[in-house]
């Protein structure tokens, strides 16, 4: 198979025979049966690909879909003027950042549909003209398709309130066309990151249909596990062989550290197409997507924001919690969600709610370790601290994981884990412990889960040895051991072959590390 890594282009996918799972049948849905639309996905999901399909559509191009499911379903090919956007590729923290693209665009539009410019910059008025032309000389309504439209927005959210509201303004004019151009439109496709209200862009025309949360077009980018099982046995065969498992094992695998991803309530299993296409072409489980790109933006967010990702994560929320982002309040969930590091876990439906966490290991290991270094201002040793963590603990070495534990937590710069108070001491305590204990999760099973005697703070299994830990502040760790035993935490595991191991470790605030550690063997 040859995997289109790093290739948008539908032309270009099939007319070199790159491996495509075929979405046409929600392409004419979407053309068929509405006219303006926005979907929300994650960056590197498929949505310039989307797009680029689309346009092969209404350019009518019927021979790059022979074969596909469109092809049955299509029966009258008509081509229209096009008018594709797409932001990406340009920092809009520069001045004057977006008009100029909006410049160069309008344009090359302007000499196509021989236009001549106005005496201003005004967007509205100039695409109005441009979309009057086209469909006087095509005889076609026109359909204009933005890629991250979103784009100038995000690469100054939080960062110069100034620039945010020209681009804003801009933005804003530009698509106000929309209601004024409505007679002259085809279809309108907008994609993006993240869906912003109250500052809205979208406030010059009638509200797009937002599908981004549709059962019908859950799966319109990104894998199925279905699809994933049926169209792709060949390259799940051979990670399997480089491997040295079976091909359920690697299923297994995969869907550990790609899948997770769900987009309504249908619960639809969808893996990252950029992920899973690049483990295939490199036969290695690795962290494709969170290597492509910081989302710099989130972490500006979290540090305006004063409770942790562990106040967000495994929770249940309403709708309004996450799927609009109010740039006015200072409450990253929306953001976090609809930038892929959150998804849909679970849905209540008689209550409405949705459970919300980290979609898999890949997103877990990645957006952890970056809140975790900016937290605690250790990015050097981090990852290989982890790591060396957990084969301590897969190997049954508790000294030495107490050892490792101990001298990171010192390794910590003063002055981020001084805290002056009683509530922002024992915040920070939390905190770490739940950054640490939660990294650790991606290799290892984690577990904070009500037991009929209590909470147990957490609970560390690997294939051989499992650890119940109860941390104290300021504290004794006899104390904590004690109540691993008062509360009977260890009783789930009496029967378990592995060998069990209760911990009481004591932080003290004094000198931010561990200063009383005591263990017994069940």
């Not at 769900?262 to 962290?287: G, V, W």
Request: hydrophobic residues 35%; contains cysteine.
């Amino acid at each position: 198979m040859k995997y289109p890594i790093g290739i948008q282009t539908f032309e270009q996918i099939i007319e070199e025979g790159y491996v495509y799972v075929d979405k046409t049948d929600m392409v004419y849905s979407l053309a068929n049966e509405g006219k303006v639309y926005f979907l929300s996905r994650p960056r590197r999901f498929g949505k310039s690909l989307l797009l680029s399909t689309l346009r092969a559509y209404f350019e009518g191009r019927k021979e790059l879909f022979k074969g596909l499911k469109i092809e049955a379903m299509e029966k009258n090919w008509h081509r229209h003027p096009i008018f594709h956007l797409d932001f990406n590729g340009i920092d809009y923290t520069m001045p004057n950042a977006l008009r100029a693209k909006f410049e160069g665009y309008f344009a090359q539009w302007e000499e196509a549909y021989g236009v001549t410019p106005g005496p201003d910059f005004n967007p509205a008025s100039r695409f109005e003209r441009i979309i009057q032309a086209a469909v006087q000389q095509s005889g076609q309504k026109v359909v204009v398709l933005v890629d991250e439209y979103d784009k100038p927005l995000l690469d100054v959210l939080e960062k110069d309130a100034e620039l945010m509201e020209q681009n804003r303004e801009i933005l804003k004019a530009f698509y106000s066309v929309f209601k004024q151009a409505d007679a002259y439109l085809r279809f309108v496709f907008l994609t993006g990151v993240t869906k912003f209200s109250q500052v809205s862009v979208f406030s010059g025309f009638n509200q797009p249909k937002d599908i981004s949360m549709y059962d019908q077009y859950e799966a319109l980018c990104g894998i199925t596990e279905e699809e994933l099982h049926t169209q792709f046995a060949e390259p799940i065969h051979a990670m399997a062989l480089a491997e040295n498992c079976t091909d359920e094992e690697m299923k297994q695998l995969l869907k550990q550290h790609y899948d997770g991803y769900h987009f309504s309530e249908q619960m639809t299993d969808i893996y990252n197409p950029f992920s899973i296409l690049n483990a295939f072409d490199a036969k290695k489980i690795r962290d494709f997507w969170f290597a492509t790109g910081t989302p710099t933006y989130l972490i500006r967010l979290m540090n305006h924001f004063h409770e942790g990702i562990d106040q967000l994560t495994g929770k249940y929320y309403s709708l309004d919690a996450f799927i609009n982002y109010k740039a006015d309040v200072e409450y990253p969930l929306p953001m976090i969600y609809q930038s892929g590091y959150l998804t849909i876990k679970s849905f209540e439906k008689d209550l409405g709610l949705f459970l919300l966490d980290f979609p898999n290991n890949e997103v877990k290991e990645g957006f952890l370790t970056m809140v975790t270094s900016n937290y605690l201002q250790c990015e050097p040793t981090l990852g290989s601290w982890v790591r060396q963590a957990v084969f301590a603990l897969r190997k049954g070495e508790l000294d030495t994981f107490h050892k490792q534990l101990t001298s990171f937590l010192a390794s910590i710069p003063y002055s981020m884990r001084r805290k002056e108070n009683q509530p922002e001491r024992e915040r920070y305590f939390q905190y770490t412990f739940y950054l640490l204990l939660r990294l650790m999760s991606v290799y290892t099973v984690y577990v904070e889960k009500e037991q009929s005697e209590g909470r147990v703070d957490c609970i560390v299994e690997t294939p051989n040895f499992v650890y119940i830990f109860e941390f104290k502040l300021d504290g004794t760790a006899q104390k904590a051991l004690q109540q691993i035993e008062d509360k009977g935490y260890a009783r789930p595991y009496e029967a378990d072959a592995r060998t069990v191991y209760k911990i009481g470790a004591n932080f003290s605030s004094e000198t931010g590390t561990i200063n009383d550690w005591v263990s017994t063997m069940q």
